[in-house]
C-alpha cells in the first residue's frame, strides 16, 4: 500500500518527561552541553516497563501490522539501555530500527551499521544547526558512507527540521513538525533561493494584511501554489488545517526538487538510485486533514505518498491514522 507510510515513533521523550517530573528529577537536557543532567533511574520504574509491554504488545497487534517503520524505544542518551530495549523487542520477534543519539558512545552506532540496514539518529533537538553540523560531518564521513561516500544503510533523522541538514547528508528519511507548528502561528512557508530553501510568511487574519508586508509578485506566487493545492489565500488566512497542508506540501515540493534521489553521494551529490527522499510529516493535525493530504500530495506529480510520523505515547493520535490507513488499504484491494 503505498498511498499513506506511517513511521511509528516510540514516545520516548514524552515518556521520560512524565516519569522524571513524577520522581521531581532534573529535567533531562537535550542540548550537549547539559547531558551531564541525566538521570536515568525512571526506565527502572514498574510505570516505565507497563509501557515498554504496552508498546510490545501494540507492534504485535493487528494494528501494528499497518506501520511500515518502528523505532526501539529508546533511552534518551544512554546507549547501553537502548540496546537492552533493542534486544528486548527482538526477543519478541519484533523488528524495530535502532536508535543512536548523537554525542553517545560511538562503538553502538558501529554496531548498529553492521548488523542493521536502517537506523535512526536521534539527539539533535534542541542544539542548533550550527552546534550540529561538526558532529554530524564526522560520523557521516567516519561511520556511515563508505570510502566513496555514498551511504552504508538508511538513516533516518528524528526531528531534522533544518532544510541545511536535509540537504547536506544522503538521509534516507527525517521527520519534522514545521508545518504543523508555523501553522499554529498563522504563518505558511514560501521556496526562496537562499541557504533556507524557504522562509515563513504571516497569513493569519488575525495579523497585518500580507499586502502591508510582501510585494504582490509574492502574493500571486502564493496564490497560484494554493490553487495548485486546491486552496485559496482566504483559507491559508484562517483555517491551521490549510496552512498546515500548505506548508508541508510546499516543504515536499523544495526537497524533492533540491535532494537526489537516494543513495546520493555525500562528496558531490551524485546519485546512484531510484529511490526518493522520505519526508514525515509529524505534529498534531486532525482526521480530515491526514485524510485531505493523502489526496493532495498526487498533486505534485511525484512518485511518492504521503508519509506520516505518529508516537505511541499520543494513543488517540495514533488511532486516527492507523484507522486512515486501514481505510486506504480497503479502498485500493
Known amino acids: 500500500m503505498n498511498d499513506y507510510s506511517l513511521f511509528l515513533d516510540c514516545g520516548a521523550p514524552s515518556l521520560y518527561e512524565k516519569l522524571s517530573k513524577k520522581r521531581k528529577t532534573k529535567v533531562m537536557g537535550a542540548g550537549f552541553a547539559d547531558r551531564k543532567f541525566n538521570d536515568y533511574s525512571y526506565a527502572e520504574l514498574p510505570e516505565y516497563y ?7 504488545d501494540f507492534l504485535k497487534s493487528e494494528d501494528g501490522k499497518y506501520l511500515n517503520v518502528y523505532s526501539n524505544l529508546d533511552v534518551i542518551s544512554n546507549p547501553k ?10 526477543q519478541e520477534g519484533l523488528n524495530p530500527i535502532p536508535v543512536f543519539h548523537l554525542g553517545s558512545d560511538e562503538r553502538y552506532l558501529k554496531r548498529y551499521i553492521d548488523k542493521y540496514e536502517y537506523i535512526a539518529i536521534g539527539g539533535l533537538v534542541p542544539n542548533p544547526t550550527s552546534v550540529l553540523i561538526p558532529s554530524l560531518d564526522r560520523i557521516w564521513r567516519e561511520y556511515l558512507t563508505d570510502k566513496d561516500g555514498y551511504p552504508k544503510i538508511k538513516v533516518h533523522g528524528f526531528a531534522c527540521t533544518s532544510l541545511t541538514l536535509m540537504l547536506r547528508y544522503p538521509w534516507y528519511s527525517v521527520d519534522s513538525t514545521s508545518s504543523q507548528k508555523l501553522a499554529m502561528y498563522g504563518k505558511i512557508i514560501q521556496p526562496t533561493q537562499s541557504k533556507d530553501g524557504w522562509q515563513p510568511i504571516s497569513i493569519s487574519t488575525r495579523d497585518i494584511r500580507m499586502a502591508h508586508k510582501v510585494t504582490p509578485l509574492v502574493i500571486e506566487e502564493i496564490a497560484k501554489s494554493a490553487e495548485l493545492f486546491g486552496m485559496t489565500i482566504e483559507e491559508l488566512g484562517e ?8 506548508n508541508h506540501l510546499t516543504m515536499l515540493g523544495v526537497v524533492h526538487k533540491n535532494i ?3 543513495p546520493w553521494r555525500m562528496l558531490d551529490r551524485k546519485s546512484n538510485g531510484n529511490d526518493y527522499f522520505k519526508l514525515y510529516s509529524a505534529g498534531v493535525t486532525t482526521p480530515p ?21 505518529d508516537s505511541f505515547f499520543y494513543r488517540t493520535r495514533l488511532k486516527h491514522s492507523i484507522d486512515l490507513k486501514k481505510e486506504i488499504y480497503n479502498e485500493n484491494k
Open 50 to 56: 507497563k509501557y515498554l509491554q504496552a508498546y510490545i
Open 239 to 246: 483555517s491551521i488545517e490549510m496552512r498546515y497542508m500548505f
Open 289 to 309: 486533514a491526514a485524510r485531505s493530504m493523502v489526496t493532495r500530495v498526487r498533486v505534485l506529480g511525484l512518485d511518492i505518498s504521503m508519509s506520516r510520523l
Open 81 to 90: 539501555l537502548t540496546m537492552r530495549n533493542q534486544r528486548l523487542l527482538e
Open 260 to 262: 537526489p534521489l537516494w
